[in-house]
């Protein structure tokens, strides 16, 4: 490679990084004006006015549509993040359910879709041919819309660690599943590829998210996540990161040890959470098993909750029994950790009164903003699509903070 090859090399990353830093930093800003998005990057007003020109062009920006009232002077412009022709899509699989998700580059909503489905356990081609089916439908619609999908990320009910294969997803019959190239290979190809990931983390970081969104809460920095629905998931943020561990994920809570010696686990060992508290296990002693084989899933818990708090008395048991355990596991948890909030997600966020009742040197460790001690204890935001959200947040970040490398600015 010659000393010429090079510099333009280094020149063009710079370049690429320049333009993402002007991105990203519209994006948290929420729009700004030129002098502002300067001040806030460190560019000169000379940078920030070619790269604004070339990110206005290439549709990435566009003038806000509030501008400031003009005054005496040089009329100032705000900016904010356009990319309404380009879509970030996320396909989220739960037992017996669905999800498909897709953002403009700028974060708003351009497609949602839940479907209640039958997922075979262990066949996980028809699962695969059931998702691709799903974002083939998607991208339809967005094709119709002249919008151009851009990415498209995958996310299941388990363990991922390399962004290809499901190394377990008992809940599914899944162990060392390419699911990756399964669904790649059923659907058009995307410009910034298929990726996949674990949906407890990204829940945790979707619901991190949308926390700090909320008034008195944007210096929220550590968080602990708990959901129960497909199997029993979690996720720890701390100093405003999501923690991974050397495996890709820090943390599951279904397979940790609250009965020494106890009934042995999908997973091997003996006595896990999930033995006692799994979504399966709680419809059991609920007597709402032939209602989960009949509606699925979702619908089991959602007539579990109807029941419990109806009063119906083996459902009242069977919950109780559970949030035993799950008070447990908090209680546990809060001093590992240090966390400011608590997030509950799945069918425990119709339990928080009941999750909240923990010891009061407990909850003295608990708070943020104007939430302590049980009030710290919350219910999730985002939902059934938690997971999905936080898939395409994370990657529509990744986009705008490397257009040119990601190939956003071929696509006008």
């Not at 979690?234 to 397979?255: C, E, Q, W």
């Amino acid at each position: 490679m010659s000393t010429d090859s090079r510099a333009h090399l280094v020149s063009s990353d710079v370049r690429d990084h320049n333009l993402g830093l002007v991105l990203t930093t519209v994006d948290r800003l929420g729009g700004a004006a030129r002098a502002e998005i300067a001040l806030e990057t460190g560019l000169a007003r000379s940078a920030m006015s070619n790269l604004s020109a070339v990110l206005l062009e290439s549709r990435l920006l566009r003038p806000a549509e509030e501008q400031p009232v003009a005054r005496i002077g040089r009329r100032i412009e705000r900016l904010e993040l356009d990319g309404r022709h380009l879509a970030v899509v996320g396909a989220q699989l739960e037992v017996d359910e669905a999800l498909v998700l897709a953002h403009d580059l700028g974060g708003r909503v351009l497609y949602r879709e839940a479907l209640q489905v039958r997922t075979a356990h262990g066949d996980a081609e028809a699962i695969a041919t059931l998702i691709a089916e799903r974002v083939t439908a998607c991208l339809a619609d967005l094709t119709a819309r002249s919008i151009t999908p851009i990415s498209l990320d995958l996310v299941v009910p388990g363990m991922v660690t390399d962004g290809e294969t499901v190394k377990y997803a008992l809940d599914l019959g899944w162990i060392g599943v390419p699911f990756r190239e399964l669904v790649a290979s059923r659907v058009p190809a995307f410009p910034a590829g298929v990726h996949l990931g674990g949906d407890a983390p990204l829940a945790g970081y979707a619901e991190f998210t949308a926390l700090r969104e909320e008034p008195g809460l944007a210096g929220l920095t550590n968080m602990y996540y708990l959901k129960s629905a497909t199997g029993i998931g979690g996720a720890v943020i701390m100093d405003g990161r999501l923690l991974t561990g050397s495996h890709g994920t820090l943390y599951a809570p279904g397979h940790v040890i609250v009965v020494p010696d106890g009934l042995l686990c999908a997973c091997g060992r003996n006595g896990c959470l999930a033995t006692v508290a799994d979504p399966e296990v709680v419809l059991r002693n609920a007597g709402l098993s032939d209602f989960r084989d009949r509606k699925g899933l979702p619908a089991a818990l959602e007539e579990l909750i109807r029941r419990a708090r109806a009063g119906e008395e083996v459902a009242s048991a069977a919950v109780t029994e559970a949030m035993r355990w799950f008070r447990m596991l908090l209680d546990n948890t809060i001093f590992l950790y240090e966390p400011e909030l608590i997030v509950l997600g799945g069918y425990l966020a119709s339990f928080v009164d009941e999750l909240s009742r923990l010891p009061q040197p407990t909850l003295e460790w608990l708070g943020c903003g104007n939430l302590r001690g049980p009030l710290a204890i919350q219910p999730a935001r985002r939902g059934a699509f938690a997971a999905v959200h936080g898939a395409i947040t994370l990657r529509r970040l990744e986009l705008l903070a490397a257009p040119t490398r990601c190939g956003l600015l071929a696509v006008v």
